[in-house]
């Protein structure tokens, strides 16, 4: 381990002691388990100065996040400090041989089959050396072995199996086999979860007791146990009834691996939620583009975890909201960190004595709140 590697995760230690990590990780489980609270919910910022998908070199990546972990420390939420890998879309269809373009911060695939007729020439998943799904595995090795095992990492943000299969075939060719060769499709649905399976179990392997199988926002926080998260984008396109057809079987076949799932779409999927939430072994959905009352009138309730965002200027009322409707929150709060004139975050070196003043008025409300 370098020594400003150690000097870094020290002074993470006495920002996060033991006593403030446990609670967290309490309220954490307790909220996932669906049990009585401890003595509030969970609650916690957005990221302090992170492109949390900015593609950067590992060891320059790690020394960000480190910093950044230890300006979150001011604001007394359930943030547990830890590092986000990233992501890249050419990550899975890479296991199917795709290769990867990249243009300028633009990172996708060429995609190896133009009709669904193709879908046998597909070689099965594997991580070659030298693939994107193999640099992740790299970057898991690196980051474990400089931080020596003190600091937690998670699960890098891979696609899901309907979007993986859109990728290496194309959504209109891949919604059209669905109904004309349905066992074309399920071939290739089959692989992709397989690939996914796959992939996330290697970096578990990995990882060991530093994982976590979150990637629903890149800064959260879901105890082992839980199951494996999936990003289904496509959601957006679908109805009910086509993803209880051609979705849920797979989705169902990743919570049957890992203990459960939960499901991620950008968007408004209003029109799939209904059938979303019949899911077998569903625990949490993430429509972080969906307000709260949105998500619930599309029939979310608090069977699953949300996994959303507020404000502080309306936090009363998304709390309101939760205990009238006996929901399940992981709520990040967006409007913590200070504006520069154009309206983005300043660097926290630019923080000003004012600025720390505000950070902790808002902090004081928010807990005041989240004490009732």
Same mark, same amino acid.
């Given at each position: 381990?370098?020594?400003?590697?150690?000097?870094?995760?020290?002074?993470?230690?006495?920002?996060?002691?033991?006593?403030?990590?446990?609670?967290?990780?309490?309220?954490?489980?307790?909220?996932?388990?669906?049990?009585?609270?401890?003595?509030?919910?969970?609650?916690?910022?957005?990221?302090?100065?992170?492109?949390?998908?900015?593609?950067? #070199?590992?060891?320059?990546?790690?020394?960000?996040?480190?910093?950044?972990?230890? %300006?979150?420390?001011?604001?007394?939420?359930?943030?547990?400090? !830890?590092?986000?890998?990233?992501?890249?879309?050419?990550?899975?269809?890479?296991?199917?041989?795709?290769?990867?373009? @990249? @243009?300028?911060?633009?990172?996708?695939?060429?995609?190896?089959?133009?009709?669904?007729?193709? =879908? $046998?020439?597909?070689?099965?998943?594997?991580?070659?050396?030298? !693939?994107?799904?193999?640099?992740?595995?790299?970057?898991?090795?690196?980051?474990?072995?400089?931080?020596?095992?003190?600091?937690?990492?998670? @699960?890098?943000?891979?696609?899901?199996?309907?979007?993986?299969?859109?990728?290496?075939?194309?959504?209109?060719?891949?919604?059209?086999?669905?109904?004309?060769?349905?066992?074309?499709?399920?071939?290739?649905?089959?692989?992709?979860?397989?690939?996914?399976?796959?992939?996330?179990?290697?970096?578990?392997?990995?990882?060991? %007791?530093?994982?976590?199988? =979150?990637?629903?926002?890149?800064?959260?926080?879901? #105890?082992?146990?839980?199951?494996?998260?999936? !990003?289904?984008?496509?959601?957006?396109?679908?109805?009910?009834?086509?993803?209880?057809?051609?979705?849920? $079987?797979?989705?169902?076949?990743?919570?049957?691996?890992?203990?459960?799932?939960?499901?991620?779409?950008?968007?408004?999927?209003?029109?799939?939620?209904?059938?979303?939430?019949?899911?077998?072994?569903?625990?949490?959905?993430?429509?972080?583009?969906?307000?709260?009352?949105?998500?619930?009138?599309?029939?979310?309730?608090?069977?699953? @975890?949300?996994?959303?965002?507020?404000? =502080?200027?309306?936090?009363? %009322?998304?709390?309101?909201?939760?205990?009238?409707?006996?929901?399940?929150?992981?709520? =990040?709060?967006?409007?913590?960190?200070?504006?520069?004139?154009?309206?983005?975050?300043?660097?926290?070196?630019?923080?000003?004595?004012?600025?720390? %003043?505000?950070?902790?008025?808002?902090?004081?409300?928010?807990?005041?709140?989240?004490?009732?």
């Amino acid at each position: 381990m370098r020594t400003i590697i150690r000097e870094k995760l020290d002074q993470l230690d006495s920002i996060y002691p033991p006593q403030r990590l446990e609670k967290s990780r309490e309220r954490w489980r307790r909220l996932w388990a669906g049990e009585e609270k401890l003595d509030r919910l969970p609650f916690m910022a957005g990221p302090v100065g992170l492109g949390i998908y900015d593609v950067i #070199p590992a060891p320059e990546r790690l020394l960000l996040y480190l910093d950044r972990c230890i %300006d979150h420390g001011i604001f007394e939420d359930d943030y547990i400090p !830890s590092y986000f890998p990233g992501c890249r879309q050419g990550t899975i269809p890479g296991m199917f041989g795709a290769a990867e373009i @990249v @243009v300028g911060n633009d990172y996708t695939c060429e995609r190896p089959l133009s009709k669904y007729e193709e =879908t $046998p020439n597909l070689p099965p998943p594997r991580i070659e050396k030298g !693939s994107v799904a193999d640099g992740w595995l790299e970057m898991a090795k690196y980051i474990l072995q400089e931080t020596e095992g003190r600091f937690l990492i998670h @699960v890098t943000d891979m696609q899901g199996p309907v979007d993986v299969a859109g990728q290496l075939l194309g959504y209109d060719q891949l919604f059209i086999a669905a109904f004309e060769a349905p066992e074309l499709y399920d071939r290739l649905l089959n692989a992709t979860t397989d690939a996914f399976i796959m992939l996330w179990r290697a970096q578990k392997e990995i990882l060991g %007791d530093t994982f976590v199988g =979150t990637h629903l926002l890149g800064w959260s926080f879901m #105890p082992d146990g839980f199951g494996a998260t999936v !990003s289904v984008d496509s959601l957006v396109m679908v109805s009910s009834p086509f993803y209880e057809a051609y979705y849920q $079987p797979y989705l169902e076949r990743i919570g049957e691996a890992f203990g459960g799932v939960s499901v991620h779409s950008c968007g408004n999927y209003a029109g799939a939620i209904p059938a979303v939430m019949c899911t077998k072994n569903l625990r949490g959905i993430n429509a972080s583009q969906m307000t709260l009352q949105e998500v619930t009138d599309a029939g979310v309730d608090g069977r699953v @975890v949300i996994i959303g965002n507020a404000r =502080t200027d309306t936090l009363a %009322d998304t709390l309101r909201l939760v205990v009238d409707k006996g929901l399940r929150m992981e709520t =990040t709060l967006n409007d913590i960190w200070p504006l520069n004139e154009q309206g983005a975050q300043k660097h926290p070196d630019q923080w000003t004595a004012a600025d720390r %003043d505000e950070i902790k008025r808002k902090n004081e409300k928010v807990l005041a709140l989240y004490a009732r």
